[in-house]
């Protein structure tokens, strides 16, 4: 019989997206830049601070009833550059998706400067940052070069 | 084709050559000689705020070389007041002309302009941003009087946060090893990422608030206006302002090959008495826009500069 150690944290997920490694304490921030928050109506189970031989400590996010897609996996990149994303049918891994933040991200958040030229919602050319640093995380607007804070890109989601 | 965004569009090797270039268009620029590299090219002047010396040089620089130049005029009578966006101005100008000099009010226009443009863009100051082609002609002017660029020790004073001026020029000091001073209130301190970035770079930065006690042993002292708008009230502006203000009394123990910039309008942060000491370098700054921004819509349009500018070039 399973003592209290071994039991899972969460329950297995019939249908639905599975994304684990995430870094300790960033599954909040993944929920907000996945756009999934309380009035959302799909089925969420978190988990946060759970060890990893990996990473010594872990996040996992189940969603229920949503797999997600590429636009959404981009998101994801900026804040769980690792992560691992499994989609789920029948409680068995479908899919396995990669994420990649590559060294540009194109048309996933807008620069948060407020006087930045990409401010204008008219202008038609492609929202673009620059990646300069993955760890820690270091974004600049291609157009302004001002640097970006994570927590202000978050509410900048396209 | 690549315009002048930033000063990181240009190598050390490639400025060195623009200012080389310019320093042989010399007589052109003060119209002692006619030379005409650029006939049958034609510049665009997007100024989509107000400009005196940046635009007037630029056209200046394109008309000595015997270029043409188109402008977009007044802002109020232009199509960007109908609700143009910029990418469709540029599409416009772009057709009609063979390199852009622009500036804009909104950070990252100039890069932006740019991504939308067949021809070079030069950015002549976008929002608090960079301002490459006035690095250029301070550049051209500090070599100009102390013959090199490595290793100076420049003391830049006033208005550090929002002149865009000293912040392109600060970034491409660094890139030849020169030691800076930033000596401006704490309001208006140079930005921290742009210190940081400085650092990063591997310069040598001082911040103070104490500019007298940091020209002694300058080698370049660049003054710049602090606008009273940037004060909550008038009496604080008056208290900050009153310690960047160069006088000639306070020259008396500079080094003598001092000198003394100012991208220009100044109102009283550099004295009239100032204007006749041998440090005073401001109108000749000026003038250097003009050289400067020659060589470098020549360089930008792949047109060489002949080696013996004298006997290429004809009377007037």
């Known amino acids: 019989m399973p003592n209290e150690h071994s039991m899972r944290r969460v329950t297995a997920i019939r249908n639905g997206t599975v994304v684990d490694h995430i870094p300790s304490g960033q599954a909040l921030r993944v929920l907000e830049m996945l756009g999934i928050g309380g009035k959302s109506s799909v089925p969420v189970s978190l988990v946060m601070n759970v060890p990893s031989k990996k990473m010594g400590a872990k996040d996992i996010i189940k969603v229920e009833d949503r797999e997600l897609t590429q636009t959404e996996l981009d998101r994801l990149a900026l804040v769980a550059p690792d992560a691992h994303v499994a989609i789920i049918r029948a409680y068995s891994v479908a899919e396995k998706l990669t994420i990649n933040l590559g060294t540009e991200v194109l048309n996933v958040v807008r620069c948060t400067f407020s006087n930045c030229i990409t401010t204008n919602l008219r202008e038609p050319l492609p929202h673009r940052l620059k990646v300069i640093g993955r760890d820690p995380l270091h974004i600049r607007c291609h157009y302004c070069g001002r640097p970006q804070d994570l927590d202000e890109l978050i509410k900048n989601v396209l | ?316």
């Open chain 2, 1 to 316: 084709m690549a315009g002048l965004i930033t000063m990181d569009d240009l190598t050390n090797e490639q400025i060195i050559k623009i200012l080389d270039d310019a320093t042989r268009l010399l007589p052109v620029a003060k119209g002692e000689l006619f030379l005409p590299l650029l006939q049958g090219r034609i510049l665009g002047n997007l100024f989509f705020e107000p400009s005196t010396r940046t635009r007037m040089s630029f056209e200046t620089a394109m008309k000595r070389l015997g270029g043409e130049v188109v402008n977009l005029g007044d802002i109020k009578n232009s199509s960007v007041v109908k609700g143009e966006t910029l990418f469709d101005t540029i599409q416009m100008v772009d057709g009609y002309t063979d390199i852009i000099a622009m500036r804009h009010p909104r950070q990252g226009a100039a890069q932006y302009a740019q991504d939308s443009a067949r021809v070079p863009i030069m950015n002549g100051g976008d929002g608090a941003g960079h301002h490459p082609t006035q690095t250029m002609l301070d550049l051209f002017t500090i070599r100009q009087a102390h013959g090199t660029l490595e290793g100076l020790k420049v003391v830049l004073a006033g208005d550090l946060r929002y002149g865009r001026t000293v912040h392109s020029l600060s970034h491409a000091l660094t890139r030849f090893g020169c030691q800076l001073i930033f000596a401006s209130p704490k309001l208006l301190k140079m930005p921290t990422e742009i210190v940081s970035d400085l650092r990063e770079s591997g310069a040598n930065v001082v911040e103070t608030e104490d500019l007298l006690g940091s020209i002694n042993d300058a080698d370049v002292v660049y003054m710049t206006r602090i606008q009273k708008e940037r004060f909550v009230d008038e009496d604080e502006y008056a208290r900050c302002a009153g310690g960047y203000k160069l006088h000639a009394d306070n020259l008396a123990d500079v080094k003598s090959e001092m000198i003394i910039m100012h991208p220009l309008p100044r109102v009283d942060e550099i004295h009239a008495s100032v204007d006749s000491t041998r440090h005073a370098c401001y109108f000749n700054q000026a003038f250097n826009g003009v050289v400067a921004r020659m060589a470098l819509i020549c360089y930008l349009l792949g047109v060489t500069v002949p080696v013996d500018v004298e006997s290429e070039g004809g009377a007037l």
